[in-house]
């Protein structure tokens, strides 16, 4: 339900949900922010210290914190929460007690009337996002995952540094899971509308296809580097939320790699993947289909299937 008062609904405080609402306070993305914890005290918390910063920011924002039973009016509810990994404990364990906890998110959020777009972000994200689906029982539109928005915004960083442009320039996709099945299509990859495989097959020996791989690399491993050098990473994936919900509300028809349902594209059906997709008022309105190797095309397979696999395991009646 778009309103001429934006309102986001975000449910979890933690790392990723505040660093979320800060970027969203800073940018002046909406008018409201309802904060919704499991921890009510510290949602409070949360509200007040926002608040506190409205006079040193330009945006005008209402900031509050509430319950499942205010997300009525809200636009777009953001799922930030979710259980860590115990020790010894199986990605299928997990994932079970993660479906539970979006059991009592999700389900109270659409009994309050809400009629917006669920943005997911706890991971792993094509599958919390498939989830939010079946428990919603919501156009697959207006059910989005960040996918890998930011795993495409850490390679366009690393190409332009590479090659020495504004990464504004350049124009390549991470597609697939948000994990280590993510790939590189590498065949559509553009600085301005120059291809990179070009560039460096006309660089004389300046750049390599070999450091492609590396890039690659870097981006599949770079969460895995900040957790070790900080315990989490949350800076990144709540300034990514805070851009697609900029599309959102701006109705922008903005092309961003959002996890969302496949169906038929790329060969692929029932699943939730990273693609390039068109993001506006509505969610994900419609998915781009590059022309991608058979390689890549395999890889982009390869990925689905195991987001397939994995999705499958999950007991609903738990």
Not at 143 to 161: C, K, M, N, S, W
């Amino acid at each position: 339900m778009i309103t001429d008062k934006r309102k986001v609904a975000l449910v979890g405080t933690g790392l990723v949900g505040m660093s979320y609402a800060y970027a969203v306070l800073n940018q002046n993305i909406c008018d409201e922010m309802l904060l919704i914890d499991i921890d009510k005290k510290r949602a409070a918390g949360e509200a007040m210290d926002l608040n506190h910063g409205l006079a040193f920011s330009g945006s005008h924002m209402k900031i509050s914190a509430g319950e499942y039973s205010d997300c009525t009016d809200a636009d777009i509810a953001v799922i930030c929460a979710g259980v860590a990994q115990k020790p010894g404990e199986s990605r299928i364990d997990l994932l079970q007690r993660n479906t539970a906890v979006f059991k009592s998110i999700v389900e109270p959020i659409v009994a309050s009337g809400f009629k917006g777009i669920f943005l997911i972000a706890t991971n792993p994200v094509d599958i919390m996002a498939h989830v939010t689906l079946k428990l919603s029982g919501f156009d697959p539109g207006r059910v989005i995952g960040t996918g890998t928005t930011l795993d495409t915004a850490r390679l366009r960083y690393l190409i332009g540094d590479y090659f020495a442009v504004d990464p504004r320039n350049v124009h390549a996709y991470v597609m697939g899971e948000h994990g280590d099945s993510e790939f590189v299509p590498w065949s559509q990859a553009m600085i301005a509308t120059k291809p990179v495989l070009s560039i460096i097959g006309e660089s004389g020996g300046k750049y390599s296809s070999g450091k492609l791989e590396e890039i690659s690399t870097e981006v599949r491993t770079a969460a895995e580097k900040i957790i070790e050098a900080k315990r989490a990473t949350y800076y990144g994936i709540g300034m990514a939320l805070a851009r697609i919900t900029r599309a959102i509300f701006g109705d922008e028809n903005s092309v961003l790699t959002v996890s969302t349902m496949l169906d038929g594209q790329y060969g692929q059906t029932d699943v939730y993947a990273g693609a390039p997709t068109i993001v506006n008022r509505n969610g994900a309105q419609g998915i781009i289909s590059l022309s991608l190797t058979r390689e890549e095309l395999l890889k982009f397979q390869n990925s689905c299937e195991l987001l397939r696999e994995v999705y499958s395991s999950i007991d609903f009646s738990k």
